[in-house]
């Protein structure tokens, strides 16, 4: 099997690669979402929710430059992704936000999360982001990830969002991860 991770830079002038795309992204959420975490939404979450997601909100976000979004495909086709949110306020450009971490229940224990978290963070660096922030589910498989990453633990905050299947409230670890750019390592 072919693996690969790339920066996902959709091309408008080729609609019908950006559509095979955008279903492939929306597999993942949806299997995601309805396979119990807790990544905003909760069920019944279907197909074209998810799909909305990806076309109304991230797309727009690719093109004007708020969003990065980091894609791991197994023989060519997308099964984990994670973004990194721009849109900071004007007092942190130098900061970004790390959202939506997710790999297809059928390609995990791959190692394909630990990439695409490695992968984004050269990303971040490049667009000359040096503070990194997230918050993960309290004892969720994540949040060993981001330890063994050297993210740095801030702190927990009960009851902060429920799972997508379940109406019980989760914790919220916060974390965080200093990185250098190019320009700082030299
Ligand atoms: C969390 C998630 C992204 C991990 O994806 P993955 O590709 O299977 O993860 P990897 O194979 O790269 O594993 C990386 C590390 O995550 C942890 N991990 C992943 N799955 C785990 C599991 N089932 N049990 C325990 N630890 C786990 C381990 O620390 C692992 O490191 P190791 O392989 O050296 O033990 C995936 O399970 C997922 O999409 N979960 C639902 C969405 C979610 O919770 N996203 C995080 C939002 S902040």
Redesign the pocket.
């Known amino acids: 099997m072919t693996r690969t991770l790339a920066v996902w830079r959709p091309d408008p002038s080729h609609a019908s690669s950006v559509d095979r795309e955008l279903d492939e992204l929306a597999d993942v959420l949806h299997a995601?979402v309805n396979?119990g975490?807790?990544?905003s939404f909760v069920v019944p979450f279907s197909r074209s929710d998810a799909r909305a997601f990806w076309s109304d909100t991230v797309l727009p976000g690719v093109f004007s430059g708020r969003r990065l979004v980091v894609v791991a495909r197994l023989d060519g086709r997308i099964v984990?992704t994670v973004q990194l949110d721009l849109a900071t306020p004007p007092n942190q450009p130098h900061r970004a936000e790390v959202v939506?971490?997710?790999?297809h229940p059928g390609?995990?224990?791959?190692?394909?999360?630990?990439?695409l978290m490695v992968a984004l963070e050269d990303a971040a660096r490049a667009a000359g982001r040096t503070l990194l922030t997230?918050d993960?589910?309290t004892g969720?498989?994540?949040e060993?990830?981001y330890a063994?990453l050297g993210w740095v633990r801030v702190g927990v905050i009960p009851g902060y969002a429920r799972g997508s299947t379940t109406e019980e409230l989760d914790a919220t670890t916060l974390f965080y991860k200093q990185v250098q750019t190019g320009e700082e390592a030299t």
């Open positions: 995601v396979a975490a807790g990544v984990g939506k971490l997710l790999v390609a995990r224990r791959l190692g394909l999360a630990r990439a997230l993960t589910v969720g498989n994540a060993a990830l063994s």
